[in-house]
């Protein structure tokens, strides 16, 4: 048994990730109370630390400020973003074990780009080998099936099975209540949300053009579109021409209750990834999942609801092969001939049955119970070896440029 539950995910914003980790910090604090103590590393003015002092949680803040290094016991646990595991070897000390868990695909590539490009010759595939050992030693789990996939293409790895830690988010107050709403309509009302950032916002643009297509054919209908969310790709977004009949409404950030009243009251089906996708399909709303990508999306994508996900995913990464069953247009139909109602309650049955908090944590309660991956071990692997060398590298090079030789 585990003294203290520490999280590790210093972050100034709000995002899914953010939400996950506080979630199960709380939920662990309450199951625990007197017998774990539950801690969160994050800056003094971190979004995470914010909401813990407003909300008086029973959660120790241990303030990061990057140039401190902490120290953590075997007695704990630390769970932490696999993409964070070259902060670890930097910052932290001490036996404590480590729960790595994998909540975006290319998380760790965007890091290891970062920390290895002063390093040449180096390719993804040389932190396979550790990689495996990390997995073989219960402290690295996938949130589903395309983020274990993209990285075990990536780094060649070895895992025995496929058991995923799906993620899993907060269970709304109220939900959407169609009664005599089922009924057909000229004037559509679809729904974005989430981050625009360079990964999200190509399935964003896409949607869009699949709207001044629908419309330009269609000219008797109309599309409200109600983009909730913000990022640095917004300005992408906001200089797309549109039709006459399609409307882009820009919310920004909207969260908690607001969020949920809004989309109830205003949006027919909404577009989503992540988190995201699995708090609309819980409002019983109906959620298309969109796929991720860095490149354009061309107009011969189709869609997928959220309850025809495979392995627990809360988006694939774009491709051609992709075989999805719902055109646009079949689903604009399915808005304006009042059909869409089934399809809201088989997500809302969906979610609930794989990504409801309670397995998630008895998922996780199993997994301390096996896990003996330590803080060593991880330091010992290319990753604490490679931060060692880039960090000497830096050191190198910043004292020629100061002995100016």
Not at 149 to 158: A, V
Not at 253 to 260: A, I, K, P, V
Not at 318 to 343: C, Q, R, T, V, W
Request: with cysteine; aromatic share 12%; glycine share 6%.
């Amino acid at each position: 048994m585990f003294k203290t539950i520490t999280f590790f995910y210093p972050s100034h914003v709000l995002g899914g990730a953010e939400l996950l980790f506080l979630r199960l910090a709380r939920e662990l604090s309450e199951i625990h109370l007197s017998k774990v103590k539950i801690q969160y590393v994050d800056y003094e003015d971190g979004y995470v630390a914010n909401e813990i002092s407003k909300s008086g949680d029973n959660i120790n803040l241990i303030p990061f400020t990057g140039n401190k290094p902490l120290y953590f016991s075997k007695r704990n646990l630390l769970i932490t973003p696999l993409s964070s595991i070259f902060d670890i070897c930097r910052h932290f000390f001490g036996g404590t074990k480590i729960l790595f868990w994998s909540i975006h695909p290319i998380g760790l590539k965007a890091m290891i780009d970062i920390y290895s490009k002063n390093l040449t010759g180096s390719n993804y595939n040389i932190y396979g080998e550790d990689l495996s050992n990390l997995i073989s030693l219960g402290g690295v789990h996938f949130m589903d099936g395309p983020n274990l996939d993209i990285q075990k293409n990536l780094y060649e790895f070895e895992i025995s099975n496929r058991k995923f830690l799906p993620i899993f988010c907060r269970t709304p107050l109220i939900k959407k209540d169609y009664g005599s709403n089922s009924s057909p309509k000229k004037n559509i009302s679809l729904g974005w949300l989430g981050r625009l950032s360079t990964e999200k916002v190509t399935a964003l643009a896409n949607i869009i053009d699949h709207c001044n297509n629908y419309l330009t054919s269609n000219t008797d209908e109309s599309i409200d579109f109600h983009i909730i969310g913000e990022g640095d790709k917004m300005s992408l977004i906001r200089s797309k021409e549109t039709v006459s009949n399609l409307n882009l409404r820009f919310l920004g950030t909207l969260s908690g209750d607001d969020l949920d009243r809004y989309l109830i009251e205003k949006v027919d089906l909404v577009f989503a990834m992540g988190t995201s996708a699995l708090e609309t399909s819980l409002l019983n709303i109906p959620t298309i999942l969109v796929d991720f990508s860095y490149i354009d999306i061309p107009l011969t994508n189709r869609f997928r609801f959220v309850h025809e996900s495979v392995e627990y995913s809360v988006a694939d990464e774009y491709h051609d092969e992709n075989i999805y069953p719902h055109d646009f247009s079949s689903l604009m139909n399915k808005i304006a001939n009042g059909n869409i109602e089934n399809d809201a309650i088989q997500g809302l049955h969906y979610v609930k049955n794989n990504h409801s908090k309670e397995s998630v944590i008895e998922s996780i309660k199993s997994i301390t119970e096996r896990i003996s991956l330590n803080l060593n071990t991880v330091r010992r692997s290319k990753f604490g070896y490679s931060l060692i060398r880039i960090m000497v590298r830096s050191l190198f090079y910043n004292t020629k440029r100061w002995l100016k030789i």
